[in-house]
């Protein structure tokens, strides 16, 4: 099974601020990789499909990169609506496992 | 408009049988991957299983031999069928459509305690 790691596991940032978080895969998943954000109590949401295509209706703040074993997600000016947990998947073979995820909070 | 509306949770025994289901609408679930995603209460996200377009189905380990996902196509419905329940299955279980996990229900909670 392919295993999924993120870093950090948690930061905190200040609004404004440019965030990048990073996902690694135990082995090359090419560019099958997605990335959520999900928010206290509710389901999580599709942000980043294909490593770097931007899901319809989600702003162009967030950017996806990577191919191979090594992925990132970028906030470029984090909004008070930001603040979330952020999750990693790989689908380039089942099972689809998540990384652990990052939680970004308010410093 | 896509939706997916999930039902059957709620608290069983352990060793116990529960059917969740998942109603589409905007789409039909035989032109989608479908798959179901568990949370814990306070953990992280876990992908549980999926169905492709042409009937294959995948599981996570730690269901295997236990879970069974289905759809019915006529109703535009996915089910999950969990069978042996431990207290480790307790969690909000969503349903997602797309191989990308495009779309997802609100979750459906199943908590498994005597």
């Known amino acids: 099974d392919i295993q999924m790691t993120q870093s950090p596991s948690s930061l905190s940032a200040s609004a404004g601020d440019r965030v990048t978080i990073t996902c690694r895969a135990s082995q090359g998943i090419s560019n099958y990789l997605a990335w959520f954000q999900q928010k206290p109590g509710k389901a999580p949401k599709s942000l980043i499909y294909?490593?770097?295509s931007l899901q319809s209706g989600v702003p162009s703040k967030f950017s996806g990169s990577g191919s191979g074993t090594d992925f990132t997600l970028t906030i470029s000016s984090l909004q008070p609506e930001d603040f979330a947990t952020y999750y990693c998947q790989q689908y380039y073979s089942p099972p689809f496992t998540f990384g652990p995820g990052t939680k970004v909070d308010i410093k | 408009e896509v939706q997916l509306v999930e039902s059957g949770g709620g608290l069983i025994q352990p060793g116990g049988s529960l059917r969740l289901s998942c109603a589409a609408s905007?789409?039909?679930?035989?032109?989608?991957?479908m798959s179901w995603v568990r949370q814990a209460p306070g953990k992280g996200l876990e992908w549980v299983s999926i169905?492709?377009?042409?009937?294959?189905?995948y599981y996570a380990d730690s269901v295997k031999g236990r879970f069974t996902i289905s759809r019915d196509n006529s109703k535009n419905m996915l089910y999950l069928q969990m069978n042996s329940l431990r207290a480790e299955d307790t969690a909000v279980y969503y349903c997602?459509?797309?191989?990308?996990?495009?779309?997802w229900g609100q979750g459906i909670l199943v908590t498994v305690s005597s």
């Open positions: 997602a459509a797309g191989i990308q996990l495009d779309y």
């Open positions: 169905i492709y377009t042409g009937g294959s189905t």
């Open positions: 294909a490593a770097s």
């Open positions: 905007g789409f039909t679930v035989s032109s989608k991957y």
